[in-house]
């Protein structure tokens, strides 16, 4: 097979790592290397860091207007819509992500390039209403400098955009390094910045491995925030990295999100939801559904429904049209999933369906899963698997679903699936995530913040919110007095 060769874009231009070393990427549905990357190290990282700092403190982007890079903003969304094929098939191609959910993701993605666009010209600061009468005083917003975006695997190109729109929006300059195991259409997103007129350095992208890349880039001096996506063993490495650098921090993590089936819910709808929530993207989701918390009266017959749902899955080749279900994206992905099964079956949780390698040639595929679990004590009930594994239990009443809701070290998002708009409102107030969607799932919008409570992470993404995230505030005073200032060692 042949094997596409791929350069990192540091302040403009295309280029091998200094070292001259490389990295593969292979095809989760084929198993077959597909792509070299160069294997960026600290030397590497510092030009990057560099580049992006130069541009930072250039009269080019510092002079630029706000709703100048707004412009250019839109252009490089209109450019990704333009591009939206080609990008949906490296995405696919690279982390094995089916192609209706990579065309659908891209097919949207100009949106939050759009949003931020709008609002760049539109970052304000206050006046203040000073207890001084002969001081005015007001805030301006700033960016901050150099961001370092650390991306995950699973959804590169939507978690860059959801970084690097707001990043470059508010004036600051961006080092991308996406995962070890997807780095391809970041580089094609380089590409389509230099396009749409972003200077150079602007936008840089190293590829590499967390160690030594990621690394030395959340812990170089330059770097003033790091967004990070990913695991929490990895975060708490780039946690302690910022302490070099006292980098601004914001922190996108793992989630075990409990989606909640309530009696007097539309089953059809639930059992919908519950698919959407556990088996879309196959489970390589932050905000997997993964925990299923059914009321026990109906227990049974919403268990056996979305069991019969989850054997027609098609899984299969990602790159067809009609496969609902791809492959885990990596090799040691599939052994996690495997391990975490074998927990569960010895921790007595009863296997309703899957719990098994699916039966392709090549490719790290698994079967859609159903296990039900004894207790939320459960390894399977409190670790997160990514992958297409459902955690299900029964819950009696309310309070119940509550406690067991809230009972996670993990708060990114949760679903509550009822028709008492009442009992609705009381779980949202009581649930502690990030995000709860009410008789829908994974719904998601530039202008709605993404985030997690407790170890799901810190910081915002998305919205308004976003902007506060990558801007600092600068405080003016202005002595407006006829009078000179006293001396003030003298006491009046
Ligand atoms: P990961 O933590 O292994 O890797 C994420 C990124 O961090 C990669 O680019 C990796 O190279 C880099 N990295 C690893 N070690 C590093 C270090 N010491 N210093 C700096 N960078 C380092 O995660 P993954 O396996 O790629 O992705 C899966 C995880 O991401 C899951 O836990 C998932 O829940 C999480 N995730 C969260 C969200 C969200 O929005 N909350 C979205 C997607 C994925």
């Known amino acids: ?24 990427s292979i095809n989760p549905a084929t198993e077959q290397v597909w792509g070299e990357f160069p294997f960026a190290d600290a030397n590497d990282v510092d030009d990057a860091v560099r580049s992006a700092h130069a541009a930072f403190e250039s009269d080019e982007w510092r002079l630029m207007t706000a709703s100048q890079r707004g412009k250019l903003l839109r252009k490089l969304g209109d ?33 939050f390039f759009y949003y931020y666009a709008g609002l760049a010209d539109k970052v304000e600061g206050e006046t203040l209403s000073l207890d001084k009468p002969d001081l005015f005083g007001y805030t301006v917003r700033e960016p901050l400098g150099v961001i370092a975006g650390i991306i995950p695997w699973n959804s590169p190109l939507y978690l860059t955009a959801i970084k690097i729109a707001p990043a470059l929006a508010t004036g600051n300059t961006v080092v991308l390094k996406p995962s070890e195991h997807a780095s391809a259409t970041l580089l094609e997103l380089g590409k389509l910045a230099l396009e749409a007129g972003f ?28 967004a990070f996506t990913g695991g929490s063993e990895s975060a708490k490495h780039v946690i302690r990295n910022s302490a070099e650098n006292y980098a601004k921090l914001s922190l996108e993590l793992g989630g075990k999100s409990p989606n909640i089936i ?30 299923l918390l059914v009321q026990e009266d109906i227990y049974e017959e919403f268990v056996t429904r979305l069991t019969e749902r989850a054997e027609r899955i098609v899984v299969g080749d990602p790159s067809h049209i009609e496969t609902e279900m791809g492959p885990m994206a990596t090799a040691s992905q599939l052994a996690i ?25 090549s490719g790290w595929f698994y079967t859609p899963t159903i296990l039900e679990c004894n207790s939320n004590n459960d ?4 670790e997160e698997v990514f992958g297409p594994v459902a955690a299900v239990i029964p819950f009696k009443d ?7 809701a809230n009972d996670s070290k993990y708060g990114l998002a949760a679903g509550i699936w009822t028709q008492n708009l009442a009992k609705a409102h009381r ?17 998601v919008s530039a202008s709605a913040p993404i985030g997690g409570y407790g170890q799901s992470g810190y910081g915002r993404e998305c919205g308004i919110d976003s902007i506060n995230e990558f801007t600092q505030i600068k405080t003016v005073w202005i002595n407006t007095s006829s009078e000179p200032m006293a001396d003030p060692f003298i006491m009046r």
């Open 379 to 382: 390894t399977l009930m409190q």
């Open 199 to 226: 200077p150079a350095g602007a936008l840089n992208v190293i590829t590499g491995y967390g160690l030594p890349c990621g690394d030395a880039l959340t812990r170089h001096p330059l770097v003033k925030k790091i």
């Open 262 to 291: 309530f009696n007097d819910a539309d089953i059809d709808s639930a059992v919908n939801g519950a698919v959407a929530g556990i088996f879309a993207a196959a489970g390589q989701s932050c905000v997997s559904g993964s925990r």
């Open 79 to 111: 450019l990704v819509g333009e591009n939206k094929e080609k990008l949906a098939q490296l995405e696919s191609k690279d982390n094995g992500k089916l192609i209706r959910e990579t065309l659908g993701q891209v097919g949207y993605l100009p949106e």
């Open 427 to 443: 779980m949202i107030k009581g649930i502690r995530s990030g995000i709860v969607w009410v008789n829908t799932y994974r719904a």
């Open 398 to 404: 309310e309070a119940e679903a509550l406690a067991m």
């Open 1 to 24: 097979m042949v094997r596409e060769q791929f350069q990192m874009l540091i302040n403009g231009q295309w280029i091998d790592a200094k070292s001259g070393k490389t990295f593969e």
């Open 337 to 361: 999933v495997e391990r975490f099964v074998d927990v569960a079956l010895t921790e007595g949780a009863k296997l309703r369906t899957g719990g098994k390698r699916a039966d392709i040639q």
